[in-house]
Structure formats: C-alpha cells, structure tokens
C-alpha cells in the first residue's frame, strides 16, 4: 500500500523566517509570485512562482508545505557526510533536514527520502559543515 505525498518540502532562509513560495502557493491554491532578494545555500530551489507544470501535482497530492533554514540543511549534510559518507548538495537535502529537524512525525511509519544531486565545491561543503557545528 502506498500513500500519496502529504507534504511539499520548501526551503526558507534563515535571517529571514519567512515561508517559501510552494508552501504560500499551496495554502493560496494557486502559483503564488513572490519577488526575494535573498541569498541561501539552496539556490537550486529559490524560484520567484512555483512551476506550471509542477504545482498542480503538489495541489493533487500534498496537504501542506514545510520550511528548514540553512542550518537544517547543513546539519542534514553534515549528518549524510559523517554517518553515510553521502555528499549531497544543499538543495537536495531538504527532506531529510525537514525530518532531523522533528517536523514531520515520522514515528512508526515506514519513510522514503530521496537525497539528489552532488553539485557541491569542496570548499562550500567544508563551510556547510562548520555551520552546522555551529548552529547546534
């Protein structure tokens, strides 16, 4: 028995405690534009309006959206790193922050995270990892 996402994960930055553009489209039910001039760690994820093509796939299947910051990602990296020797990129790594972060109850229920892309330079991932020294 499989059951259909519940959530969309998205990403907002952490001097800004703002939500992210999937999860306001969601509760607005419709793409929802938001201009930002931020900068984060998961720029393979910072969009000014969620896709055409995707969005609808997240109003059919998902309930809600979830935020992490920076340093949820860069825990969630570090964790991958030292436990798995798995060196994924920020943007790839949401879920999995989302869940070491507590929120998503997780507690009895068999979960699939998928970590994607390796577009990393050394010298970030070393930064990424001192951050989330840093930040505990």
Same mark, same amino acid.
């Given at each position: 028995? =499989?059951?259909?996402?519940?959530?969309?994960? *998205?990403? &907002?930055?952490?001097?800004?405690? $703002? !939500?992210? @553009? =999937?999860?306001?489209?969601?509760?607005n039910? *419709?793409? &929802?534009?938001?201009?930002?001039? $931020? !900068?984060? @760690?998961?720029?393979?994820?910072?969009?000014?309006?969620?896709?055409?093509?995707?969005?609808?796939?997240?109003?059919k299947?998902?309930?809600?959206?979830?935020?992490?910051?920076?340093?949820?990602?860069?825990?969630?990296?570090?964790?991958?790193?030292?436990?798995?020797?798995?060196?994924?990129?920020?943007?790839?790594?949401?879920?999995?922050?989302?869940?070491?972060?507590?929120?998503?109850?997780?507690?009895?229920?068999?979960?699939?995270?998928?970590?994607?892309?390796?577009?990393?330079?050394e010298?970030?991932?070393?930064?990424?990892?001192?951050?989330?020294?840093?930040?505990?």
């Open positions: 028995l =499989t059951h259909p996402l519940t959530h969309s994960l *998205t990403h &907002t930055h952490t001097h800004k405690n $703002r !939500t992210q @553009i =999937t999860e306001i489209s969601l509760k039910k *419709t793409r &929802t534009r938001i201009k930002h001039e $931020r !900068t984060t @760690i998961c720029d393979a994820l910072e969009v000014e309006i969620p896709g055409q093509i995707t969005f609808p796939i997240n109003m299947n998902c309930k809600s959206g979830i935020s992490v910051t920076d340093q949820e990602v860069c825990r969630a990296m570090k964790y991958l790193y030292e436990e798995f020797y798995i060196k994924a990129e920020p943007s790839g790594c949401v879920s999995l922050a989302a869940i070491l972060s507590n929120k998503l109850n997780i507690m009895n229920k068999t979960v699939l995270v998928t970590i994607s892309g390796g577009n990393v330079d010298e970030s991932f070393k930064e990424y990892l001192k951050l989330a020294e840093n930040h505990k």
